[in-house]
């Protein structure tokens, strides 16, 4: 449950994010924030600079689930006004551990049915949920003009992987075979999701290519997790001080992998698969102040090595969680709007 502290908090960060840049700029310490050659965008800044006068527990500080409630209270209190859209409604799908609950935010209905995200909430696999997703997934059903389906796959640590892989293809596989009941395409399904989501997204789309599910024709991945055999330098450089730590993403690892020995397979770390041909086509993501960064550009650099079809966006200013942010910050907005764009391109052409 939201608090009114809360809803203040979150009411007094989208007012602030209205004022001038070099105001913003002053209440968020003043200095610009250079780092890897990168400035710090000044609305990141004081998003940084306001959660640390919030005094939020450290996620990796708390067990699961008083993760899953503080999550949940962060996500309610920035995410703003709503936008309407023609259908929302829950849906449940056959998954193999049981029902798996999901949400459908539909735009308004196109001839022939309109295209279909598959969405994966972030979280790391242990913390998120349909409501901390929301947001994201109303902006970009609304934004693209694409179905948006997400997806409260299980989570670890009571359901380790590969348990969120298997719901993840489960759901894609449901998407497929029932979309014309979603009052969508089956020619114009894609999987797309945020941080540990954007993993589960082109985990999906590669079990897919093997035949576990209809190959989905797009994928929107941003700030995907590719990668948890392996801290790259983007890791070190931005540890801490900029929402997401290596401290929060060896917490998250160590409650999804209580076997560290599957870290490197390819539905952990599929950045590590050893052929990516045939995959389709991908817009990937990245901030630029995010631990994160390096392998989601490196997991695009070797897509595009095998010959798929792939943008890649690194947006320098902004920090890991961006996706949820574009109540209280422009370049977030600006940010997800070119998502929103990308997914309107990528499924426009399947039609058929």
């Known amino acids: 449950m939201i608090s009114r502290i809360d ?37 990141s800044q004081l998003v940084i600079a306001l959660a640390a006068r919030a005094g939020r527990p450290p996620i990796e500080s708390l067990c699961p689930p008083r ?43 196109e001839p022939g049915g309109t295209g279909l995200l598959v969405y994966y909430h972030g979280g790391g696999w242990v913390i998120g949920n349909l409501d901390t997703c929301e947001s994201v997934c109303r902006f970009l059903a609304r934004e693209s003009g694409a179905a948006v389906l997400a997806v409260d796959y299980r989570l670890a640590p009571e359901h380790p992987f590969p348990a969120a892989v298997e719901d993840a293809v489960a759901a894609l ?22 941080s540990a989501g954007g ?51 060896d917490w998250f690892r160590a409650h999804y992998l209580p076997d560290s020995r599957t870290e490197r ?32 550009e490196e997991y695009a650099r070797r897509l595009a090595e095998a010959g798929v079809a792939v943008a890649l966006r690194r947006h320098d200013g902004l920090l890991h969680s961006y996706a949820n942010m574009t109540a209280v910050g422009r370049g977030a907005r600006e940010a997800m709007l070119e998502a929103a764009a990308a997914l309107r391109m990528g499924l426009a052409w399947k039609r058929a």
């Open 7 to 43: 809803l203040a908090q979150g009411t007094l960060l989208r007012g602030l994010a209205r004022l001038p840049a070099p105001v913003q700029r002053s209440l968020s310490g003043g200095a610009r924030v250079r780092l890897d050659g990168l400035e710090l965008h000044h609305e």
């Open 67 to 109: 993760a899953r409630e503080e999550t949940v209270r962060r996500a309610l209190a920035v995410r703003g006004r709503q936008p309407a859209l023609a259908r929302i409604e829950g849906v449940e799908i056959p998954g193999p551990g049981g029902p798996l609950q999901a949400r459908l935010y539909a735009p308004d209905a």
């Open 173 to 194: 596989a449901y998407a497929a075979e029932h979309a014309e009941s979603l009052g969508a395409n089956p020619a114009r399904i894609a999987v797309g999701g945020d």
């Open 199 to 249: 993993n589960l997204a082109t985990v999906a789309a590669q079990a897919a290519r093997s035949g576990a599910a209809p190959q989905p024709a797009f994928q929107l991945l941003i700030y995907p997790v590719c990668d948890l055999s392996e801290k790259r330098p983007s890791y070190h450089r931005f540890s801490e001080g900029f929402l997401l730590t290596e401290a929060e993403m």
């Open 265 to 296: 397979d390819p539905r952990v770390s599929p950045l590590l698969a050893q052929d990516l041909s045939g995959l389709p086509p991908a817009y990937i993501a990245t901030a630029g102040f995010d631990p994160l960064r390096d392998e989601g």
